[in-house]
């Protein structure tokens, strides 16, 4: 499988983007799909989880309410509606994909459930 991130830019505090991952490949199967960010020099965290039919969705605490994560099948992408934007949501987004179907929360958000990876869209928020 492979993952194409999109969607990345410049942005003030309080604007939108949206970010898009399209998968190729493997693509007829449906597959748990991830959004990771990671600042400069910081850890990879987990920012949204979404599962293989779309029916469930998980995200961190601080992008509760601003942001939105949804897949289209027919397309193969999924995509992050990033709303009010705040300079600490500057990093450079990855989407991801697990073979695994995690079921807790706990896996949701952990990398090592995601065994494919896309090449990360650079999210820069001015204040």
């Known amino acids: 499988v492979q993952l194409q991130a999109s969607g990345g830019g410049l942005v003030q505090a309080g604007g939108s983007l949206r970010l898009s991952c399209a998968a190729s490949?493997?693509?007829?199967?449906?597959?748990?799909m991830g959004w990771f960010r990671q600042a400069s020099g910081k850890e990879r965290e987990f920012v949204a989880h979404?599962?293989?039919?779309?029916?469930?969705?998980y995200y961190r605490d601080s992008v509760k309410g601003r942001f939105t994560i949804s897949r289209d099948g027919a397309k193969n992408t999924v995509y992050l509606q990033m709303n009010s934007l705040k300079p600490e949501d500057t990093a450079v987004y990855y989407c991801?994909?697990?073979?695994?179907?995690?079921?807790?929360?706990?896996?949701?958000?952990?990398?090592?459930?995601?065994?494919?990876w896309g090449q990360g869209t650079l999210v820069t928020v001015s204040s």
């Open positions: 991801a994909a697990s073979t695994r179907r995690p079921t807790s929360t706990a896996q949701v958000m952990d990398v090592i459930e995601y065994a494919y």
């Open positions: 490949g493997r693509s007829h199967i449906r597959y748990d």
């Open positions: 979404i599962s293989w039919s779309g029916g469930s969705t």
